[in-house]
């Protein structure tokens, strides 16, 4: 198994909701990224875990809230999130932190209304 | 902080026509790597170089590092319309922080 799995595909959401993203890796990966991607633009970074702890923040505002409830699973909370939160949501994985190639699930298309 | 120049921002070719796609620091990279995004779609992880003027193949693409380690290429040689899609440099610095470039979109014509 050498997938990236993220729930779900798509999410609209409105700015008083609070929703979850859902991503999960089997391939013994110890470290795991959230990414956010505008239209046309490249994706960037968000988070960090690295042995479930989360190692960084890329000074991502505190609606946004990441958690690892182990080494195969990484959820992003969301909570009164902004329309220019939309975007498409990335979760990556590799090996360890520091090391080569990242396998990016196929992402969460959100749109904040 | 670090900045990864991506250029052309666009590029529409004929199918069959060749396509080149650079990267450019000021500063030196630690390593690079490139990844393809198709339309619609998630980053694939194609390549990563390390050394000095490496120079790697797959297929009808060739990637090169710069002598200097400021500067990569993507050279498709002939393109085909499956190559369709945008091409993101991205840099691997410490603790795995990808910092992509601004990509290239190619488009082919058939």
């Known amino acids: 198994d050498t997938e990236v799995t993220q729930t779900p595909k798509h999410l609209v959401m409105g700015m008083t909701n609070k929703k979850s993203l859902k991503c999960e890796q089997h391939?013994?990966?110890?470290?795991m990224y959230w990414y956010k991607q505008k239209a046309k633009k490249p994706p960037e970074l968000m988070f960090v875990y690295s042995y479930e702890k989360l190692s960084i923040n890329e000074s991502v505002p505190s609606r946004f809230s990441p958690e690892c409830p182990n080494s195969s699973l990484l959820n992003l909370h969301l909570h009164a999130l902004q329309p220019e939160d939309s975007a498409l949501y990335l979760c990556a994985s590799s090996p360890t932190q520091g090391t080569t190639e990242a396998f990016f699930g196929q992402g969460t298309r959100l749109t904040v209304v | 902080g670090q900045q990864v120049m991506q250029i052309p921002q666009y590029q529409h070719v004929q199918e069959g026509e060749d396509f080149t796609t650079y990267c450019n620091s000021s500063?030196?990279?630690?390593?690079i790597q490139w990844y393809k995004q198709r339309p619609g779609g998630h980053p694939v992880f194609l390549i990563q170089?390390?050394?000095?003027?490496e120079v790697k193949k797959q297929k009808r693409l060739t990637f090169q590092f710069g002598e200097a380690k400021k500067n990569s290429s993507l050279h498709i040689t002939a393109t085909q319309t499956t190559d369709v899609g945008t091409y993101f440099c991205?840099?691997?610095?410490?603790?795995?922080?990808?910092?992509f470039g601004g990509g290239t979109r190619l488009m082919v014509k058939p």
């Open positions: 991205a840099e691997n610095n410490a603790g795995n922080m990808l910092t």
């Open positions: 170089l390390v050394k000095s003027g």
């Open positions: 391939m013994g990966h110890r470290a």
């Open positions: 500063t030196t990279l630690s390593n």
